[in-house]
């Protein structure tokens, strides 16, 4: 594109950065404001993180989303991965189509019409086979789960469509079993890939409301939906605080995923 | 050439996924659609059932249409679904004023900052969806910074209504989706050759003219990608418009969820979603036969 050096346009996307950054910049300030009052400003303190760590709640609904994440990261890389590999290698197999389409469809219906219809669909198998009873921590896993493989699906595919075939032409040649061929050849050179894809499953499962609140269970609250909560209750300083801990875990956590796939892309072996 | 072709291998990748997203999306999803068919009644599970055995042999079917008639005859349900669209549509439109200089920008400023730009744009998005929105409760909120700090300086009595109405929730939606309208957008703009471009000055044309008449047409399919990407996810937002809609800011995602959880009434939460699939649906299937269209032709 040609450079048009353009004052009005730099200002433009100056305004719109500014748009995109100042209220988390606010958000995180005011976590370490001393008073109560969000107007005012009366000193830098830390006392409302730790009025976080004595929230036996939160505590506990943190514990419950840390684990239910891990859980649905592992799982949705699983799944995904072998969809993955079943989409690449068996382009043609039958239903291909209706699979895509299924894999595909948390990424364009709402999560309300997800949520609701899992959750609909765990009612019927309770009443009829008798599981799960009621729902729970493995109830949001699945729903999690079925979200996130969407976007697995796509990060592990589009890294196995660059992936040299050649390699592990090679590696068959040379009289290796194409499980070691997988684990010895195919594996570590889309690990990057698939921690990327872990992260994301991850972060996914940590920031989400919808589902959760509707596949959960009497003791199963996540985070999200103990902050959703509170917020709608009114405003307190520990939100800032607990906001800005959540900002900074995933922040760093999706940049962990960043630099893994952009190394991962600038070191793969070009296909020749 | 050794190509794959294990029948055994095959399968046993295939199965678990499959069966997955069979029993986890599309048989839940006919479940959803069979109860938007049903009668709410007092029990557990609240809903009638569709089939039932009768004494000799006779298989009743009832199929109970009332629920869709409701959405489509009461008023409310009419006016939520087009208030939804008009938040959504509004919202689409003011990210594509946001977006575009942006995008424009990035696409041509010096290659070397254009990673670090995209990056600095995709950062706050990275931060928790839930987090982001709740920076804007914080603001506009009547015990929000915005009007505690201007009841401290005195300027108001009283806290001012900003966080509770529909254009909080338009800003709300913008801010949390405008990523969303960015990439698309520099993505097709940076594909444009600077030639064209040039041509045009060469022969003439002002700046402006030449951005109307030249970058804006060939970069219809950023702005089209970018727009289904923002307004299809915006129809059904509940969490954007529950914390920063007021009382009368009413959007389907509201609704649903107060018939499901404050009315217990299934069949009708399930009737709410099946009509909201199919209003994304298909513009999602407009849009992707245009984009096939498009791809035959060239």
Known sequence: MKRHKSLQLAIAAGFVFAFLYIPIIVLVIFSFNRSAVMGKWEGFSFKWYTALFENKLLLDAAFTSIQIAAMTATLAVILGLCSALVLVRYPKIKGAMLFKGLLATPLVLPDMITGLALLLFFVGTEQLLGWPQGRGVFTIIIAHTTLAMAYVVIIIKSRLEELDPLLEEAALD???????????????????????????????SLDDVVLASFLAGPNSTTLPMYIFSKIRLGLTPEINALATIVILFVSVCIAIMGVSLYTSGRNAPKPR | MKTYNSRLEKISLAVFPYLWVIFFLAIPLVILLKISF?????????????????????L???????????????????????????????????SLILGYPVAYFIAT??????????????????????????????????????????????????????????????????????????????????KIDPLLLEAAYDLG?????????????????????GSMLIFIPAVGEFVIPELLGGPETLTIGRI?????????????????????????????????RLQRGDHEAS
């Open chain 2, 256 to 288: 649903l969820w107060g018939e499901f959880f404050h009315n217990r009434d299934w069949p009708i939460s399930a009737a709410i979603a099946v009509a909201l699939m199919i209003l994304t649906i298909v513009p999602l299937m407009i849009i992707q």
């Open chain 2, 205 to 225: 044309c002002h700046p402006f003219k030449a951005f109307c008449k030249v970058t804006l047409p060939l970069s219809y399919k950023g702005i089209l990608s």
């Open chain 2, 60 to 94: 009743l079917i009832k199929v109970t249409l009332i629920n869709f008639f409701s959405i489509f005859q009461d008023d409310l349900y009419v006016f939520t679904y087009m208030n939804s669209i008009q938040i959504a549509l509004i919202s689409t439109i003011f």
């Open chain 2, 109 to 190: 400023c010096d290659p070397k900052w254009r990673m670090t730009l995209l990056m600095l744009i995709m950062l706050p998005f990275w931060s928790s969806f839930l987090i982001r929105i709740y920076a804007w409760v914080l603001l506009l909120s009547p015990t929000g910074i915005i009007n505690s700090f201007l009841m401290h300086l005195g300027l108001i009595g009283s806290a001012l209504p900003l966080g509770s109405n529909s254009v909080a929730v338009i800003i709300g939606i913008v801010y949390c989706y405008l990523p969303f309208m960015i990439l698309p957008l520099y993505a097709s703009l940076q």
């Open chain 2, 38 to 58: 049903s009668e709410p009644i007092i029990g557990k599970p609240p809903y009638s059932d569709m089939l039932t055995w009768m004494d000799d042999h006779v």
């Open chain 1, 174 to 204: 040379l009289g290796a079993k194409p499980i070691t061929v997988f684990l010895k050849i195919t594996l570590p050179i889309i690990m990057p890939s698939l921690l990327a894809a872990w992260l994301l499953a991850f972060t996914l």
